[in-house]
């Protein structure tokens, strides 16, 4: 899978940093939705391993009660990263400038990224490099609901359903040999998105996407 250069596009297309200058101290998506991310990081991480939480904020969302040898964080803020009391170390890195990661070669062993996916440029590339520094056998974990920063999220992914993004980033693992075949996790609102767009309540969908290097 290759994305054509109209999909890559953004509706704001200005520096990406100019943009996360300001801190956000919020959450993007509900209650219901960080539980149940939590939980899924629960099930599918050991204790005692080396986490990257790769374009990250203020929180990570991992149990409170597990231990992880090191958490690195990645992201666009570093009064929001400084912030954040599950990472250990942190580095700011604008992967639609420069898709590679200053991180050496399998080097961790879970990679995660929650609601941000939709704003990468070149998920290719990024999706190589995280082949490239997990562990064989590392596990990735892509979480993501139906917000977004609309002017900043690719057109790949604003002009897709919700299901055509669970497919789109099961094909960013497949552009990558040394993945295994992704496992999807979908749990829709009972609400229809134009609804709860309104008000009219309803949790957040929950999407995941799930592989690990072979």
């Known amino acids: 899978m290759q994305l054509q250069p109209k999909q890559r596009s953004k509706l704001d297309p200005s520096d990406d940093t100019q943009f996360y200058t300001s801190p956000r101290f919020v959450t993007h998506v509900d209650e219901s939705f ?8 629960r099930e599918r ?18 149990p409170d009660e597990m231990e992880f040898a090191h958490v690195e964080g990645h992201g666009m803020n570093e009064e929001e990263l400084a912030r954040n009391p ?3 170390h942190y580095f700011i890195h604008d992967l639609n ?24 440029q070149y998920p290719e590339a990024v999706f190589a490099e995280i082949h490239r520094i997990l562990k064989p056998g590392g596990v ?10 609309f002017e ?9 359903t919700e299901s055509g993004r ?4 099961k094909d960013y693992f497949r552009a990558v040999d040394g993945f295994s075949e992704p496992e999807a996790i979908s749990r829709q609102s009972s ?24």
């Open 45 to 62: 991480l050991k204790p005692h391993t080396r986490i990257l939480d790769m374009m990250s904020s203020w929180v990570s969302h991992l």
């Open 191 to 214: 609400i229809p998105t134009f609804l709860q767009m309104l008000g009219g309540g309803g949790s957040d969908p929950f999407y995941a996407v799930i592989a690990q290097r072979i």
């Open 34 to 41: 960080i539980d149940q991310l939590t939980n899924l990081y």
């Open 97 to 120: 400038q420069n898709p590679q990661f200053p991180l050496s070669d399998q080097n961790f062993d879970a990679v995660l990224n929650a609601v941000s996916i939709q704003y990468l």
């Open 86 to 88: 599950q990472l250990d």
């Open 140 to 149: 990735v974990i892509v979480s993501f609901s139906n917000r977004m920063f």
């Open 166 to 169: 669970i497919e789109l980033v």
């Open 152 to 160: 900043k999220a690719i057109a790949a992914w604003r002009e897709n």
